[in-house]
Every structure is written in structure tokens, then in C-alpha cells.
């Protein structure tokens, strides 16, 4: 789980593999709960809509492993996360 992940993120940081992987199960999650409707990642390009889902509720913003650079000299890290209801308007 350590080491580099051969790319970068949005913000042009070196992705860790532990980055790829909880990004990965972060998508995972929020499509498979069913109540997301898009997500935005530190890790990906583009907002992700989960089309198969077209009458949820929530948007969510994550950075999955805030912190990555730092896995090497074994300190804390963590996951940050917002989630916002969407109107009616939007749904």
C-alpha cells in the first residue's frame, strides 16, 4: 500500500497508491448506498454522477486520504468529506 502510484491528482500531487485505492472504495460507496447523486474527489478530474440514480438527494466533495504524502513517515491521516443536500430544483 505504500509507494507511488505512477500519476497525479487535480491539485497536481503525486498520487499514492493508498490514494488510488480509498478513492476507488469512495466512489464505490456513494454509488452503492444509492442516495448520492454526484461526488467530487481531490483524485479525479471530473464531478462523478451516478446516473443510476437519478432522484438522489445528496452531492458529496472528499478528499479520501488527506494527508498521503505524509503515509511514509508514519504520521496521521485522514479522510475529509462534505455533503450537501440538493434542492428540489436540482433533482
Not at 505512477?6 to 497508491?17: C, E, I, L, V, W
Not at 445528496?58 to 475529509?80: K, R
Amino acid at each position: 500500500l505504500t509507494g507511488l502510484a505512477g500519476s497525479s491528482n487535480t491539485t497536481g500531487d503525486d498520487q499514492k497508491k493508498l490514494d488510488v485505492i480509498s478513492n476507488d472504495l469512495f466512489i464505490a460507496a456513494m454509488r452503492g448506498c444509492g442516495k448520492c447523486r454526484a461526488l467530487v474527489s481531490e483524485e479525479e478530474e471530473d464531478v462523478i454522477y451516478f446516473d443510476e440514480h437519478p432522484n438522489a438527494k445528496y452531492f458529496v466533495a472528499c478528499d479520501p486520504i488527506d494527508g498521503s504524502s505524509n503515509l511514509d513517515a508514519g504520521v496521521s491521516v485522514g479522510t475529509i468529506f462534505a455533503i450537501t443536500r440538493l434542492s428540489d430544483e436540482v433533482v
